[in-house]
C-alpha cells in the first residue's frame, strides 16, 4: 500500500507540470500585449514609459523560456506571485477562493450522495416498477439539462417569483451572492446562510447526482443476480441486511469512484454554477482572470484545482481496498 500512494504521488508532478506550461504558453500564444492589457486595455493609449515599468516588473520583457524557468522556481515555492491588475497575493486570493468552492463542493456533494444512491437503491430494488420507470426518465432530462439553464430556472422559481407573489420571508431564496458568510464547523450555514448556498448546491449536484443515480442501479442490478446474494437469502438473512451488508457495499466500486472524481471536479470545474449565482468561488475567479489574462491568478488557482482533482483521486483508489477486500494495492500485497 505505501509504494502504491507514493507512486501514485509522484505521478501528480508531471500532470501539474503539463497542465501549467499549457496553459503559460497559450498565455503568450493569444494576440494582445500583456503589457498593454495590464496598463488598461488594447484600445487605451499608454506612455512608452509606463509599458517599460510593467514589462520591468513583472519580467514579460524577458525571453519567454525565462519567464518559464521563473515561474517554475517560485511556484515550487509556493510563491504565487501577484495579480497583475490589483497586485494582490495570488496565495490570499487563493485562500479565500478555496474556501467558498470547498463549502459549495461539500453541500453539492452531500445531496449527490444522499439523493443519488437512495434513488439509484430504489430503483435497483423495485426494477420495472411505476417507480423506477419515473426516476430514469428524471434522471435521464436532469442530465441533459444544461448546468446554466436550470441555474436560471430555480432562481425564475424560487427567487424571483416568491418575492412577486408575496410568499413569506422564510422562503424566499436567493438569487446570488454568497450572503451573510456565517457558517459553524466550516461548511454548516447559520442565519440567512442557507437562502443563499441551496439553490447554487442543488445546481452544482443536478447532473452528477443524476448520473450517480444511474450508475448505483446498473452496479446494484448486476450485484443483486450474483451467486452470493442468493446464497445470503438462502441462509436466512433480512432482505435489508442481504441488500445493504451485503449488495451494496459490493457495487460501491464505480460508485464510488464517480463521487470521488466529481467531489475533485466540482472544486474548481463548477465555472457555470459560480458564474450563474455569482459564487465567489476558484470557478468564477479562473474566468475573470481568463477574461483580464490575469495569468499569475490562472495559474495559481489551477493549480490549486489540479493538486485538488489528483489528491481525491488518490483517496478513491485506496478506498477500493476498503470496500472489497480482495483489492490490494502495491506489489508486495498482493494475494
Known amino acids: 500500500m505505501t509504494s502504491y500512494i507514493i507512486r501514485r504521488l509522484l505521478q501528480i508532478i508531471p500532470t501539474v507540470f503539463v497542465a501549467l506550461s499549457f496553459l503559460f504558453f497559450i498565455f503568450f500564444a493569444l494576440p494582445g500585449d500583456p503589457a498593454q492589457l495590464i496598463a488598461g486595455g488594447a484600445e487605451r493609449s499608454v506612455e512608452p514609459g509606463v509599458l517599460e515599468r510593467i514589462n520591468e516588473r513583472y519580467g514579460l520583457g524577458d525571453p ?3 519567464q518559464f524557468k521563473d515561474y517554475w522556481q517560485r511556484t515550487i515555492q509556493w510563491d504565487l506571485g501577484e495579480s497583475f491588475l ?5 496565495n490570499e486570493i487563493l485562500g479565500e477562493r478555496a474556501v467558498a468552492s470547498i463549502r459549495l463542493a461539500i453541500w453539492a456533494l452531500i445531496i449527490e450522495v444522499l439523493v443519488g444512491l437512495s434513488v439509484g437503491l ?3 430494488i423495485r426494477r420495472y416498477s ?3 420507470r419515473f426516476t430514469t426518465i428524471v434522471t435521464a432530462v436532469a442530465s441533459a439539462i444544461p448546468v446554466f439553464v436550470l441555474g436560471f430556472v430555480l432562481q425564475w422559481l424560487f427567487a424571483v417569483k416568491p418575492n412577486q407573489w408575496d410568499w413569506p420571508e422564510w422562503a424566499r431564496l436567493r438569487t446570488s451572492g454568497i450572503g451573510p458568510d456565517s457558517w459553524t464547523l466550516f461548511f454548516i450555514p447559520t442565519g440567512e446562510q442557507w437562502r443563499y448556498l441551496i439553490l447554487p448546491a442543488i445546481t452544482l449536484a443536478s447532473v452528477t447526482t443524476a448520473l450517480l443515480a444511474r450508475m448505483t442501479r446498473g452496479s446494484m442490478l448486476e450485484v443483486l443476480r450474483s451467486d452470493y446474494m442468493r446464497t445470503a437469502r438462502a441462509k436466512g438473512l433480512r432482505e435489508r441486511d442481504v441488500v445493504i451488508r451485503h449488495g451494496l457495499r459490493n457495487a460501491m466500486l464505480p460508485v464510488v469512484t464517480l463521487i470521488g472524481l466529481d467531489f475533485g471536479t466540482a472544486i474548481g470545474a463548477a465555472v457555470l454554477t459560480e458564474t450563474t449565482f455569482s459564487w465567489p468561488g476558484l470557478g468564477s475567479q ?3 482572470s481568463v477574461n483580464d489574462r490575469d495569468l499569475p491568478v490562472l495559474l495559481g488557482l489551477t493549480l490549486a484545482v489540479v493538486l485538488a482533482y489528483a489528491f481525491v483521486n488518490l483517496i478513491v483508489d485506496i ?3 476498503w470496500f472489497d477486500p480482495r483489492i490490494r ?5 498482493q494475494a
Not at 86 to 90: H, T
Not at 329 to 333: I, T
Open 64 to 66: 519567454i523560456l525565462v
Open 130 to 132: 411505476w417507480s423506477d
Open 329 to 333: 494495492l502495491g506489489k508486495g500485497e
Open 286 to 288: 479562473i474566468v475573470t
Open 122 to 124: 430504489l430503483s435497483a
Open 319 to 321: 478506498s477500493y481496498a
Open 86 to 90: 490589483n497586485r494582490r497575493s495570488v
